[in-house]
């Protein structure tokens, strides 16, 4: 996925009200951008670090840019705009990168299923029948390990979404929980057992059900954002 056109850099001033950061531009511009991410961000955001933002074209838009990638305490780059996830995932699926799911003939997005009424982020359609592919977006690492977690933040809907995959995996649905990690230098992902430890134990049951759990890491810079390899799996 190509930012175009690229990112502009800036250096945070502060996060605040969840939604709202405050950034100074490589020119000096000082400006209040959207937040992408209702996570807690955690050791992805430092005051005085390099950010890079996309600016809006539209004119009737409140905020004049968006929050899109992070430097981390450690150096690492993220792409902290959660909502850029999908269309990375669907990008490297329509490619042929994820090479667990190629094959498919037919690839649908947002489909409801599920007893707790979800919304699977896609579902692939195969000769021999379907499988649901729920997306998950990492962020968090920690020092100089090469492991990243998920979540940063205690995450019901987390939770939920895996139940309803070990539920389609009962049945005999093939059911796909996807990490899509937009932080470099990671080989690795794990849960979050020390923030979130109840997704932890639905993930373990999760993959006992059935489910199938995959890593692929995203090359991340200031031009795009793409899924280049699959990474180890942690449980």
């Known amino acids: 996925m190509r930012f175009d056109p690229p990112l502009e850099q800036g ?3 502060r996060r605040y009200k969840r939604f709202l950061a405050d950034i100074e531009t490589a020119g000096g511009e000082q400006l209040t951008i959207h937040c992408p991410n209702t996570g807690s961000m955690l050791n992805c955001l430092q005051d005085g670090g390099r950010v890079w933002f996309s ?10 840019g ?3 990638i992070s430097e981390t305490p450690q150096g690492r780059l993220a792409c902290v ?3 850029r996830a999908n269309a990375v995932v669907e990008e490297a699926l329509r490619a042929g990168v994820i090479a667990e799911l190629a094959g498919f003939t ?7 299923y599920g007893e707790e009424r979800s ?3 896609f579902r692939l359609d195969y000769p021999t029948g379907s499988a649901f592919v729920e997306v998950k977006s990492v962020t968090l690492g920690f020092d100089a390990s090469p492991v990243a977690a998920f979540p940063d933040a205690v995450t019901l809907r987390g939770s939920k979404h895996l139940r309803e995959l070990a539920a389609l995996a009962r049945q005999g649905v093939r059911a796909v929980q996807l990490y899509c990690v937009n932080l470099s230098g990671i080989d690795a992902v ?10 932890a134990a639905g993930l373990r049951a999760a993959v006992e059900a059935g489910v199938e759990v995959l890593a692929y890491g995203a090359l991340v810079s200031a031009e795009e954002v793409r899924l280049v390899r699959r990474l180890d799996v942690l449980l």
């Open 55 to 64: 600016r809006s074209r539209d004119p009737k838009r409140k905020l004049p």
């Open 119 to 121: 919304r699977a982020d």
């Open 11 to 13: 250096r945070l001033l």
């Open 66 to 68: 968006t929050w899109e």
């Open 106 to 112: 037919t690839l649908k997005r947002e489909v409801a």
């Open 190 to 199: 794990r849960p979050a057992v020390e923030i979130d430890p109840a997704y």
């Open 81 to 83: 705009n959660t909502a």
